[in-house]
């Protein structure tokens, strides 16, 4: 089935909501500049709150790679995301040189022909070309499909996930602000009504194929 992470989580309410819904993974923006951005105490809190129930991402986009590093290390997620230009093949070599699982955000103005673990990643986030703008992206901004483990993003909410699973077979979807009822606070029905629209869509996927349980050695 397709997995499915939601992400800018910032209260354990939201945790509870999240996990409860049956979502795979959650995530934790830390960035000064995001509505959704967590301290690290806080996310480590919130990671203790999940418990192992899902797989947990912290995500960054400004944060100098030595301390994305530090800060997952501290919180204790699964995985670092690390968003956008600020980081090059050589900042993913060197997080997993320092032991740390990484997925990739990009969005298709910067990598329009997109191909997972290009930067030895082990998922790709893929965005729409204008990034935060809460337009979905269809095939046709495409050049090439996207291929391996890669998650769409941009534009999702309860109404249209299906649909574009339906157009796009994406290997995951992730949702931040088509499940909040104003930017940064979730909407916990919306949160469950978004799980439950991915649940009811058609295809099946072994869990040999879900990254949910982190690799040995990866934290």
Same mark, same amino acid.
């Given at each position: 089935? @397709?997995? %499915?992470?939601?992400?800018? /989580?910032?209260? *354990?309410?939201?945790?509870? !909501? =999240?996990? +409860?819904?049956? &979502?795979? #993974? ?48 501290? @919180?204790? %997620?699964?995985?670092?995301? /690390?968003?956008? *230009?600020?980081?090059?093949? !050589? =900042?993913? +070599?060197?997080? &997993?040189? #320092? ?58 909410? *309860?109404?249209?996930?299906?649909? =574009?699973? +339906?157009?796009? &077979? ?50």
């Amino acid at each position: 089935m @397709t997995f %499915v992470k939601i992400c800018g /989580l910032r209260t *354990p309410d939201d945790v509870d !909501a =999240a996990v +409860a819904a049956g &979502a795979d #993974a959650v995530g934790f923006v830390m960035s000064s500049r995001s509505p959704r951005h967590v301290t690290p105490g806080l996310a480590r809190a919130l990671v203790d709150r999940v418990g192992g129930r899902a797989l947990t991402v912290l995500v960054t986009n400004e944060l100098a790679l030595a301390d994305a590093v530090a800060q997952t290390r501290a @919180t204790g %997620v699964d995985v670092l995301q /690390l968003h956008g *230009p600020t980081y090059d093949a !050589a =900042a993913f +070599a060197s997080a &997993a040189e #320092a032991g740390v699982r990484t997925w990739r955000a990009t969005s298709l103005a910067a990598d329009p022909e997109p191909r997972t673990g290009s930067y030895g990643e082990e998922a790709l986030l893929l965005d729409s070309p204008d990034p935060g703008s809460g337009h979905r992206w269809t095939a046709s901004d495409l050049r090439a499909r996207p291929t391996g483990r890669w998650l769409l993003a941009g534009g999702l909410d *309860p109404d249209n996930v299906a649909d =574009a699973i +339906a157009e796009l &077979a994406p290997w995951g979807v992730d949702v931040s602000s088509g499940v909040e009822v104003s930017r940064g606070v979730k909407d916990h029905d919306r949160v469950r009504a978004f799980v439950a629209a991915v649940r009811q869509t058609a295809g099946t996927r072994s869990s040999a194929q879900s990254p949910q349980s982190p690799a040995p050695g990866a934290r």
